[in-house]
């Protein structure tokens, strides 16, 4: 089982590049979530989606964008890469999420991103 | 606002002992994680807790939830090596679309 899974890996990027990361899961998971991790902050929630077309913004949302044109991916773009988004970027899936249920999100395996 | 707070931040130990890791969050929830990462990887889901009293245990981790206190606690007996890794609490509201708010993690060392 694939699970969750990121690409790519690994990346470095210049100041005012523009890239996108890339987010499948093969899990039927209504729930997707885009989240950043930098150094002793956690995790903090970039964007996230509750089913095919939708998305909304969590904590931390300004200079990413996202898009689920498919139930399986989730997109997270970054228009103009600023060295504030030097960070280790991961996505998680889950089932909707219902009174009761004990599912966790699945976590894929992170991309790590520097930005000159 | 959603806070979640872990004490302590980090922790080195030696191999045999116990300890607790302490987590509070600030207004009411719907459901307590603990994940655990290794140096580099993912994170693994440990414990979903969903009510008051709720104990779970796996091996030589046991976590509890009181939803009145606002307080989740992971504790280690006989702590071994392998042990060693970040843990995470993370907090979940139904009503702010099923959302994670995460602590800042324990970092664990456990010493031979």
């Known amino acids: 089982n694939a699970g969750v899974t990121q690409t790519p890996k690994f990346r470095v990027l210049k100041t005012g590049q523009s890239m996108t990361l890339l987010c499948a899961q093969d899990m039927n998971h209504e729930y997707m979530y885009w989240y950043r991790q930098d150094p002793g902050m956690g995790l903090r929630l970039i964007h996230y989606?509750?089913?095919?077309?939708?998305?909304a913004k969590g904590e931390v949302p300004d200079g990413y964008n996202v898009s689920r044109l498919k139930k399986q991916n989730f997109l997270l773009g970054l228009e103009s890469a600023a060295p504030s988004q030097t960070s280790v970027y991961f996505c998680?899936?889950?089932?909707?999420?219902?009174?009761?249920?004990?599912?966790?999100?699945?976590f894929g395996d992170g991309t790590r991103l520097s930005i000159l | 606002e959603l806070k979640v707070e872990q004490n302590p931040l980090f922790l080195s130990m030696q191999e045999g002992k116990n300890y607790t890791i302490y987590c509070n969050y600030s207004?009411?929830?719907?459901?307590l994680y603990w994940y655990r990462q290794d140096p580099g990887k993912s994170l693994e889901s440990l414990f979903v807790l969903l009510s008051n009293g709720a104990v779970k245990q796996e091996g030589r981790l046991m976590a509890s939830l009181d939803t009145k206190a606002r307080l989740s606690t992971l504790h280690i007996t006989a702590a071994v090596h392998d042990l060693s890794a970040t843990y995470f609490c993370?907090?979940?509201?139904?009503?702010?679309?099923?959302?994670?708010?995460f602590g800042e993690g324990t970092q664990l060392t456990v010493n031979p």
């Open positions: 989606s509750v089913g095919e077309g939708t998305t």
């Open positions: 998680a899936s889950s089932y909707e999420v219902l009174q009761g249920s004990n599912q966790p999100q699945h």
């Open positions: 207004t009411t929830s719907d459901r």
């Open positions: 993370a907090v979940l509201k139904e009503t702010s679309g099923s959302r994670l708010t």
